[in-house]
Structures are given as C-alpha cells and as structure tokens.
C-alpha cells in the first residue's frame, strides 16, 4: 500500500529536470518583461503620443515599483496559503497587467498595465526560492540554484534579441501578447504538474502587523539597514543604465537594430562575474569582495568621467563598452555578496526578512533609477555622473555599516 502510494506521488511530481526547467521558467519571466521591451520603447512612446523621450523609460522603471510592492507581500502570504495559491494569484495578475498593455490606448494604460506585471511577477521571483527549498535541502538545493541561477544570467542576454526578433514582424504589442501567451503556458504547467510542497501544520499566520516590525526590526539592525540601503543604491545605478540603454545605444550611437548585440555583451560581463564570484567568496570573504569592487567601480568611473567631459559626453563607442563591461562585472561581484550580508543576521526572520530587505532595496533602486534615467540629456553624462556618486556614497554607507562591529567575521 505505502509502495503503491509512493508510486502515485512519483507520477503526480515532476522529475529533477522537469522541476528545474519549470522553476527557471517561473523565475526568468521577470527579466524578459523588462530587459525584451528596450528595443520598442522608441515604438511606443511614438504610438502613444509621448512627447519627452525620457518619459518612455516609466515602462521600464514602473515595474520595479510593482516588484517592490510585491515582494512585500506574496513571500509572507505564501508562508499562510500554500506556495500554489500565491503563485496563482500572481500570475493572474501579470497576466492582466499584460493584456492591459496589450490594450493600451494611452500611456497611462501602458503603465499601469506594467505596474499589474510588475506586482504580479513578484510572486515567482519571491516564492520559487521557497518552492526549492520546500523540496530540497543542502547541496541538492545548491544544485538546483546554481542551474536557475544560469538561467537568469542567460535570459538577460537573450531577451532584447527576442523583443527586436517580434519587432521585425509585428509590432510591440506582440511582445506583451508573447508574455501572456509563456505565462499561460507556465501557470498551466506549474498548476497540472506542481504539487502543493508547504503541508498545512508547516504554514504560518499572515498579518500587516509581522511585515512592519519586521521593517522596525531591520532598521534596528545595522548591518542589515546598511547593506540593505548599499544594495538599493547599487541596484538604482544599474536601472538608470537601464532606463537609459535604448537611448543611448540605439539614437545616441546609432546602433539601430544591432543593439541587442551590445546589451547581451554586456551581460555577459555581470553574469561571468555571478559565476567567478562563487570561487572568489570561498577564498575572499563577502567582506572583501564589496569593498575592493565598490572601490574598483568608484576609480574606473571617476576616469570615464573625465574621458566624458573630455569628448562632450560622447566618447568612442568601444571607449563606453570597455568601461560598462568593467563596472558591470564589480556589479556582478555585488549584488551577490550585498545581499547575502543584508540577510546574515536575520536568521530567526530570514522568510519575511527576504521579503523585506528585496522589496525597501527594489524601492530605493526604482527611484534613484527613474531620476537618472530622466536625467539623460543625449550624453552619457548623466549615468557616469551618476554612478560616481552612488558608488562613492555606497562606500560611505558600507563604512558606516561596519563601523560598530566589535569583530567583523571573515565573510
């Protein structure tokens, strides 16, 4: 009888690499709806009657507004339903948020269609981890991480080639009917082929309450706060780039339709630097890597400004890629390690804790990015100018963080 029901539980859950695929899916989704639209935000501000180029970014940075909001929200909210009704509810809503886009007659159709997205994707991005660890432990986990983790570093590099693929043959509604139509297909397969992993005596009470003196919580922390606020600032610098890229790669530097080319290149660069980080934090320390990379950025900008100033804010383009792969690799370096020291001390909060300190460094990311991006003037002033000043002020932030450390572990 036991066997017998052993056997049915094998056939109702996925396979090793069933599960893996499903998962990368679930959680890639969120950088194909921001980085496939770059190549169409010339489209769609013409269509929809925007009048200042800068403008056009809200539809980039206005997810991240949802994905703060979000995260806030569907960890927790997991934690009291069950991982699937979580999931469900996301996903309905992105999917609204996507068919709003679709609809968009106005651009503040369009962006609150993307705000819908954005608050919607949250939910995989947010409880997929907790799907891993609900179903594996230790290396095995580890295992299945480090394949998603592959995954996300790939989609980013593919997912403006794909919005330009749709653009040569339709037009930029195709690529929000093109997200519908993967998160349909995802959900459906999540929902036939993903049990319920959180039993219902493992579930936990939901409440407001619990999210703010977490919050209350975490600003007590200061390694926490700290690192939290770095990870903002640095996240914010890299959504300026962002918000910016099709401007400047593809009107600044006529880039054209080449532009994908250039922004999966430079992805290349943060994602090399994901991997190498896992063999230089075992050696390094998580310490060491952030305050040797925030330096490495800091110096390498301060050079690019005065190349800028130089060349009236329009340097080789060949000048701009080497400078951009450089910093994007530091940034690769960071975010890993920023984060990882953000949650260290949060071990008896580390679920809502997650949700957290990802959703107030999303927050802080999405308003520093959305005044740099506007901030574009057809040079590259602005984002060096910029990152200067966000990796000088990070520096500041971090030695404030571990100033009142009596011993500072080697981490």
């Known amino acids: 009888m036991q066997r017998d029901k052993a056997v049915e539980k094998s056939r109702r859950e996925p396979a090793y690499g069933e599960f893996v695929i499903l998962v990368s899916l679930m959680t890639s989704l969120a950088a194909l709806a921001i980085d496939a639209m770059l190549p169409s935000l010339q489209r769609i501000g013409s269509d929809l009657n925007v009048q200042n180029g800068n403008d056009r970014q809200l ?15 569907f960890g927790p909210l997991s934690d009291k339903t069950g991982r699937k009704p979580a999931i469900y509810a996301g996903y309905a809503l992105f999917i609204a948020g996507s068919l709003l886009s679709v609809l968009a007659i106005n651009f503040t159709m369009m962006l609150l269609g993307r705000l819908l997205q954005g608050v919607g994707i949250s939910s995989p991005r947010a409880v997929t981890v907790a799907l ?34 749709i653009l040569m043959f339709s037009g930029w509604r195709a690529i929000f009917l093109s997200f519908m139509l993967m998160a349909i297909v995802t959900l459906i397969w999540f929902a036939v082929r993903m049990p319920e992993t959180l039993a219902p005596e493992n579930r936990s009470a939901f409440s407001l309450k619990q999210i703010f003196s977490t919050i209350r919580a975490i600003f007590k922390i200061r390694i926490t706060l700290g690192y939290t606020i ?44 994901s991997l190498a980080n896992t063999r230089a934090v075992m050696r390094f320390g998580m310490r060491y890597l952030v305050g040797r990379s925030l330096f490495f950025i800091f110096g390498l ?29 530091g940034i690769g370096i960071l975010f890993g390690n920023m984060n990882a020291l953000a949650m260290e001390p949060l071990g008896h909060l580390a679920g809502i804790g997650a949700a957290v300190v990802g959703s107030l460094s999303t927050l802080i990311s999405m308003v520093l990015g959305t005044m ?15 990152i200067v000043i966000l990796t000088g002020l990070s520096i500041f932030v971090v030695r404030w963080t571990e100033s009142d450390q009596k011993s500072i572990p080697t981490a």
């Open 59 to 73: 539809v980039v940075s206005i997810l991240f507004l949802g994905m703060a909001v979000g995260q806030l929200f």
């Open 132 to 165: 891993v660890r609900d179903r594996y432990a230790g290396r095995a986990m580890a295992r299945v991480m480090s394949f998603v983790m592959t995954v996300f570093i790939l989609v980013p590099m593919l997912a403006p080639t794909f919005g330009q693929a």
């Open 230 to 273: 770095t990870t903002g600032l640095i996240l914010g610098m890299f959504l300026g780039y962002l918000n910016s890229t099709q401007q400047i790669f593809q009107e600044q530097y006529a880039l054209g339709a080449s532009f994908p080319l250039y922004f999966a290149v430079l992805s290349l660069s943060q994602g090399m630097a």
């Open 301 to 329: 900008s301060i050079l690019a400004l005065g190349i800028a100033l130089l060349t009236a804010g329009h340097p080789p383009l060949w000048t701009l890629m080497l400078y951009l792969m450089l910093t994007f690799f």
């Open 372 to 386: 740099i991006g506007r901030s574009y003037n057809g040079t590259i002033l602005p984002l060096v100018t910029s």
